[in-house]
């Protein structure tokens, strides 16, 4: 039954772990596949005809998997390569910057009479040189006032660990100090942001509302399945009897499968249990 | 005639640019192909199987390109893949971590009577985990004591272009200030850290001798080409006739070669003149 197939999520790399946390949370009767493409991690620096390349051969390896959706938890890939993935695959596929453009606009909305829909982006180059949040976010709202900038180091800090200590302090004061003034509303518009949610918020100040593009994505697809009639009906059972039946979630990497495992464990709280190293591309794929 | 054919250098991305800074600084006669591996850098946080995949795929281009002498760059594919390249090409190929140690033990050995050999690495985490300089530093002096530390974030932080800012001596105080104490020299073993050589002396203090690997390569290479006779004769001519007899350096990307040009500039000084986006591996290169 179609219902009963999983979700596919993809990824550079580990970063995608939290949309994959905010699906689980939002979506708890329903597994996931997940892969981490951390052979050729990251994307943000990358031009537009890799990301799409790289793109394209991850949500192929998924679609083989038998998935009845699949969610592109990476905002570059997002950004750069839905089209050429929706092109080569015959399911449905949502991507993070829709989702997160269009909670920003109603958050943005809903602060009151001083608002002025002046919306923040923080996300990597290559997504920034994209234009992909601005053109999302007007889509939603044409009035909205819109400042986006790239971080590149918050994505190797996050994974280093260091989000509560004085260097992402030091890091985000020097790319946003001047941002707080300038809007009401910021897009955590990269997966490893969240994980810096905490020091981001000081930075810029109470005053501004952050958007974690995964959390609405998640929200956004918890309508989508019901509205298609995808959802799985079957009740979550414990984790125990999960294991038991052979209901857990996969985690597939294409390299460095014990790195993954122990930054998951910073992003997740625990290590994935079923993690696989896997190829998706290259001689050794082509042959069989 | 083999001594006009020009060498080959590649690396994972830019950082390679300070080891070719050095080569063309020692031997100014010489021609230099360079192929930076853009699309799937940085090699720092993956494992030996797909180093070793991407540093055979490289050399193997620049092979093609006829070259007399290859020198691997790149720390990381030269702590882990030097057996699998030397097994793939025919010709001589020098990696940075024999000499950096090598340096290291002179330097170490130097330092005057208060010396005791204590000899510090700093690299990215697949340098470390390797052993590969622990075992190279022994091999030219057993009775050293030897450090070696990861300080993945100084990658990203000298692509920001940030070697001199706060960030970078907050960051450099958390991997290294208990450090200065406990070494004599210090083997800076990732192409990036020649770029933040200022703040890692301010931080490690002025007694400790730095090694900077890229230089030490370059000084052995020059003594190899005189000892198998594969010098270029042909005495350095000025900018102008070089480019007049189309006898400048080239260098190959494998992605975003704005983004390569843009920072190479950054550690050059200028931009490189002759550059070009290619393939080195996958479907289409399979074909040809």
Redesign the interface.
């Known amino acids: 039954m179609l219902q009963n197939l999983p979700i596919g999520i993809f990824d550079s790399g580990v970063g995608g772990l939290t949309v994959y946390r905010a699906l689980h949370e939002h979506l708890p009767n329903e597994r996931f596949v997940y892969l981490g493409d951390?052979?050729?991690?990251p994307y943000g620096?990358?031009?537009l005809?890799?990301v799409e390349r790289y793109a394209v051969e991850n949500a192929r390896f998924l679609a083989e998997h038998e998935i009845k959706l699949l969610v592109v938890a990476c905002n570059t890939a997002s950004a750069l390569a839905l089209p050429a993935i929706r092109a080569a695959l015959n399911i449905d596929v949502a991507g993070v910057i829709g989702p997160g453009a269009r909670a920003a606009v109603a958050g943005s909305n809903q602060a009151g009479s001083q608002s002025s829909k002046r919306i923040g982006v923080i996300a990597t180059?290559s997504t920034v040189q994209s234009g992909a949040y601005t053109q999302a976010i007007r889509k939603a709202d044409s009035a909205a006032t819109i400042v986006e900038r790239a971080c590149?180091?918050f994505?190797?800090?996050a994974?280093?660990g260091?989000a509560d200590?004085?260097?992402a302090r030091?890091?985000a004061q020097?790319y946003l100090k001047d941002l707080g003034s300038q809007i009401d509303t910021l897009v955590l518009g990269c997966t490893h942001y969240p994980i810096l949610r905490n020091v981001i918020q000081e930075t810029v100040g109470e005053q501004v509302a952050l958007i974690d593009s995964g959390e609405a994505t998640a929200i956004e697809v918890k309508g989508l399945l019901r509205e298609k009639g995808l959802a799985r009906l079957t009740p979550g059972t414990g984790a125990l009897e999960r294991q038991l039946c052979d209901d857990l979630d996969h985690f597939y990497v294409t390299?460095?499968a014990e790195?993954f495992s122990r930054v998951a464990e910073r992003f997740l709280g625990s290590k994935p249990e079923r993690l696989e190293a896997v190829e998706v591309?290259?001689?050794d794929r082509?042959r069989t």
Chains 1, 2 share one sequence.
């Open positions: 951390t052979a050729r991690v620096t990358k031009s005809a890799t180059e590149p180091l994505v190797p800090l994974e280093e260091w200590a004085d260097v030091t890091i020097t390299d460095a790195r591309w290259g001689e082509l």
